[in-house]
């Protein structure tokens, strides 16, 4: 099950899993929308091995500018906390199980 990330649960949500994937996307993203059902996949698909969570860009701006965030939907993988993978835009499923797979 992907997790609700917010400003206030981060730091709490990063130090609890050593593999984070983070889906920054906004209600009104068309592109968001049909990247959504992946996404769920993949926090199934990696349960126990990743967290995998969803931050809204509208209801989180401390996150999205904390990383920068300019155009959704971002995807951003995070080992111990630091950054080791970004990608912006869609992309097939495969690429962020192969980056996922990698840590």
């Given amino acids: ?13 990063v130090s609890a899993n050593n593999l984070l994937m983070v889906d920054f996307w906004a209600t009104w993203c068309g592109p968001c929308k049909r990247l959504a059902p992946v996404i769920e996949e993949i926090s199934g ?6 967290a995998v969570g ?9 996150l999205a500018e904390k990383f ?3 155009s959704i939907p971002t995807i951003i993988i995070l080992k111990d906390g630091q950054e080791v993978w970004r990608n912006t835009g869609t992309a097939p499923k495969s ?7 990698k840590y």
């Fill in 1 to 13: 099950m992907e997790l609700e990330i917010t400003d206030q649960n981060f730091e709490e949500i």
């Fill in 45 to 50: 698909e990696f349960a126990g091995k990743a």
């Fill in 54 to 62: 969803k931050c809204d860009i509208e209801e989180n701006p401390d």
């Fill in 68 to 70: 920068g965030i300019m």
């Fill in 95 to 101: 690429v962020y199980t192969e980056q996922l797979s």
